[in-house]
């Protein structure tokens, strides 16, 4: 079989100038996602903590490295198989049985699993916290005004001997705090514990306090300076472990439910059970 002289032609121009991509792609890099990441760490690290921004600085700088390394001084490409090769004949497989796509986890715990299991671990949090300042502080009452500081500017400019006693407007400012913050908490572990279905407690009581602890960590001196000059960090992680074991044995205790990703749509809608109504 003959060649078309045109094409011939065309062939030859395009080898004796540099045409762009011809024959390659620009290499894939995820180097600029780093650079992106540590970018984003370095402005949090100026409203959290010189660690965080530390981070930031390394990771964008990695990342930089690696992005000018596929680009300088030549573009790194990859090749792209000749128009002249020809291609493996595609693989031939049986045919599968039609099956509805199913999203994980089928099944889920339900939101009232996610308030007890806060409320059951914030009791079991704030036994450990109490237990800081009977030992600690001598007396029952620091951590609970400690934790008011969240709300209340009165509390910062409180002297030690404040904080060590009783006052109804901050317990009842704590109460609150730490109740609504237990079943928010406890909500966002019913939904997530699903999805790592083999080790819920380990989840719940090892990963997910370390994760939030770093977090308060770098930000507590913003959200509550009172409370960064007496925390202790010890106990602190230790009442976050309480509440994340406890929280996740109750949660995973209870019986799960399936979601609607199997029923049809007019079962999603109701209109077989207004059909049912109407009979």
Wanted: contains cysteine; charged residues 15%.
């Amino acid at each position: 079989m003959s060649r078309d002289p045109m094409q011939s032609q065309v062939e030859k121009q395009l080898s004796q100038h540099e045409v762009p991509y011809l024959r390659g792609v620009p290499e894939a890099t995820g180097a600029p996602m780093i650079s992106a990441f540590g970018l984003t760490l370095l402005f949090m690290g100026l409203i959290t903590s010189r660690a965080v921004m530390a981070v930031g600085i390394i990771c964008m700088v990695v990342g930089l490295i690696g992005w000018i390394k596929v680009v300088f001084p030549n573009e790194a490409l990859e090749e792209l198989p000749s128009g002249s090769e020809i291609p493996d004949p595609a693989p031939q497989f049986a045919a599968r049985p039609e099956v509805a796509r199913v999203s994980l986890p089928e099944h889920i715990h339900p939101y009232g699993a996610g308030v007890w299991g806060g409320l059951i671990g914030g009791i079991s949090m704030a036994v450990v916290a109490v237990a800081w300042g009977l030992i600690k502080e001598k007396s029952l009452w620091m951590p609970i005004n400690l934790l008011a500081g969240v709300f209340l500017p009165s509390v910062e400019a409180a002297n030690v001997d404040a904080l060590k006693v009783f006052h109804m407007d901050w317990f009842l400012i704590a109460l609150m705090i730490h109740v609504v913050g237990c079943m928010i908490v406890g909500l966002i572990y019913a939904i997530t514990l699903p999805i790592a279905p083999r080790r819920p407690i380990l989840f719940g009581g090892i990963v997910a306090p370390i994760l939030w602890t770093g977090v308060l960590y770098g930000s507590i001196g913003i959200i509550n300076p009172k409370l960064e000059a007496f925390v202790s960090w010890p106990w602190f992680v230790a009442s976050q472990f309480a509440f994340g074991v406890t929280c996740g044995f109750v949660i995973s205790r209870w019986t799960k439910i399936p979601t609607m990703q199997k029923w049809s749509m007019q079962e999603r809608f109701g209109f077989e059970a207004n059909k049912e109504v109407k009979k």
